[in-house]
């Protein structure tokens, strides 16, 4: 059987929505901290070879892409909890 709403649980429901909010948005960070330290790596081990360079480059543009992605859905997703958006 539903239960009704309280406030009580009404407002832990957006406080775990919250939380669960800025996880994602760590998770998001740790891989583009770990495409750019992967990316650089290519680029300071494998320095003499273009391939492994140009390969270099395009993991630390993705790591950059990821990061402005995960900013992007985080900001979306608390305007929407704090009801500006």
């Known amino acids: 059987m539903d239960q009704p709403a309280t406030p009580l649980r009404d407002s832990l429901a957006v406080e775990r929505t919250r939380l669960a909010n800025e996880r994602t948005l760590l998770a998001y960070l740790r891989t583009a901290i770990m495409l750019a ?3 650089a ?3 300071t081990l494998y320095g003499d070879l273009a391939v492994r360079v140009a390969a270099g480059w395009t993991l ?7 990061a402005a992605t995960g900013v992007s859905r985080f900001r979306r997703v608390a305007r929407r909890l704090t009801g500006e958006g």
């Open 37 to 39: 330290a992967t990316g």
């Open 60 to 66: 630390i543009a993705a790591a950059g892409l990821t």
């Open 41 to 43: 790596t290519l680029i």
